[in-house]
């Protein structure tokens, strides 16, 4: 069954299951400086979790949960052009990677570009369609976009 294709209940099963599987890098020590960097993120040290993903996509280039834990931390320091860059990474290496598309989005939002952040989320919606914050910020952007929004 497809993400897309799921009622809510199913589609949060197979995101747990796919993000699960997207962090299997397939290396113990790859695994470990994820987990590392993840943990640091948790308690708002964006300094240790930088330090981490760093490592570990200086290490697995390929793994693009690596990429995507860099991008988190970036954006958590308002690093908004190292966090998209990161997440280019991540959409080279996972085109169907929703928390990538939604990052960017938020970052399209943040840098006032809502046209873009839009057309972003509306990619969100066709792979993930149970996700009630991408509805609401499309929603949001629509009355940016059309000009209703003071």
Known sequence: MQL????????????RELQLEWSKSGSAAMDFLLKRGRDALEV???HAAIEHFTALTDHAPEFAEGWQGL???YYAE????????ALEHVLALNPAHFGALRGLGAIFEQTERPALAHQVYERVLELRPHDPEVTE?????AAQI?????
């Not at 308002?78 to 860059?85: H, K, Q, R, S, V």
């Open 4 to 15: 897309r294709d799921a009622d809510e209940a199913e589609a949060a099963r197979l995101e």
């Open 44 to 46: 708002s040290d964006t």
């Open 71 to 73: 991008a988190r931390a």
């Open 78 to 85: 308002d690093l908004y052009g190292p966090a998209a860059d």
């Open 137 to 141: 910020a499309m929603q949001r952007l």
């Open 146 to 150: 059309d000009g209703t929004a003071l």
